[in-house]
C-alpha cells in the first residue's frame, strides 16, 4: 500500500478490491474487466497512464466495460483524476502504488475525511461508496441510479449489468473497523534529552601534604617572617 495511504484508508481500499476483483493480493492490480488482462500484451501494472486511458475505448467494446486495475476505475474516472491531480502524468506507469493513490483520492473525494472526523453518518458513506463502486450495496433504502433499491442492492440495480457482491454486514463491520483504526491516538513519543558532550573535567589539585596541621605550621612561618622584616625602631624599642 502507497505510505500515503492513511491505516483506515488502506483497510478499506483493501476491501474494495477483494470485493471488486475478488483477490487484494498483488495481481489484484493487473485485472480488467470480466477478468480479460490475459488479453492484453503487456501487465496493466507495466502500461503508463496515458497509452491505459487510449486502449480503454476498445475495452469498452471488446470487453463490456473500460473498468481497469484494482480499483476498477473507468475511463472516465482515469481522464478525471488527471484533471484533478496535477502530479498525474500521462507517462506515470500504472504500478500499485499509483493505483493506491488514485483509489485514496476517490475515497476522499466520496466523503472519507468527512466519515472518520464524525461529519457523515456510516449509512451515507457507505451509499457514496456503492455510486463509486457498483459491486458495494447501500445500507438503507434509498433511490438508487435506475430505480429505487433496497438494502443490499448495487446502488445501479436495474441496468442489467451491475449487482451488489458483498452483504451489508460485512460493510458495517469493515467500515466500523476503518473508523476505529482512523480514530485512534497516535503514540507520540517523548523527546530524548540532549546529552552533553564528553569533557574532561580538570582533576582536582592535591591538598598539601600534612593535612590542616601543616597549613597552619606554614601560616605562623610566614607571619613570623614578616615581624623579623619590621625594623625595632617603629614599635618604640632598641633591639637587643
Not at 449487482?163 to 463491520?173: C, G, I, R, S
Request: aromatic share 10%.
Amino acid at each position: 500500500m502507497a505510505k500515503t495511504v492513511p491505516p483506515g484508508a488502506a483497510i478499506l481500499l483493501d476491501f474494495i478490491r477483494e470485493t471488486e476483483v475478488g483477490r487484494s493480493d498483488r495481481a489484484s492490480y493487473d485485472v480488467i474487466y470480466a477478468n480479460k488482462q490475459h488479453k492484453l500484451k503487456q501487465p496493466l501494472t507495466t502500461m503508463n497512464y496515458g497509452d491505459i486511458v487510449d486502449a480503454q475505448k476498445a475495452w469498452s467494446k471488446n470487453h463490456g466495460s473500460s473498468a481497469a486495475g484494482g480499483y476498477q476505475f473507468m475511463r472516465a474516472t482515469l481522464i478525471g483524476l488527471a484533471k484533478e491531480i496535477p502530479s498525474i502524468s500521462g507517462k506515470d506507469i500504472f504500478n500499485p502504488d499509483l493505483q493506491d493513490r488514485l483509489g485514496y483520492h476517490l475515497l476522499k473525494r466520496r466523503g472519507y475525511q468527512e466519515f472518520v472526523t464524525g461529519n457523515m453518518m456510516l449509512e451515507d458513506f457507505a451509499r457514496r461508496l456503492a455510486m463509486e463502486w457498483a459491486s458495494f450495496p447501500v445500507l438503507a433504502d434509498c433511490k438508487g441510479s435506475h430505480r429505487f433499491i433496497k438494502r443490499g442492492q448495487s446502488f445501479y440495480a436495474g441496468d442489467g449489468l451491475n449487482k451488489a457482491l458483498v452483504n451489508p454486514e460485512k460493510v458495517e463491520a469493515v467500515l466500523k473497523e476503518v473508523l476505529a483504526i482512523a480514530r485512534r491516538p497516535v503514540d507520540i513519543q517523548p523527546k530524548p534529552e540532549p546529552v552533553e558532550p564528553n569533557r574532561t573535567k580538570p582533576e582536582p589539585k592535591p591538598a598539601p601534604k600534612g593535612g590542616i596541621a601543616a597549613l597552619l605550621a606554614a601560616a605562623a612561618l610566614g607571619l613570623w617572617a614578616w615581624f623579623a622584616s619590621i625594623p625595632c625602631n617603629l614599635f618604640g624599642a632598641f633591639c637587643g
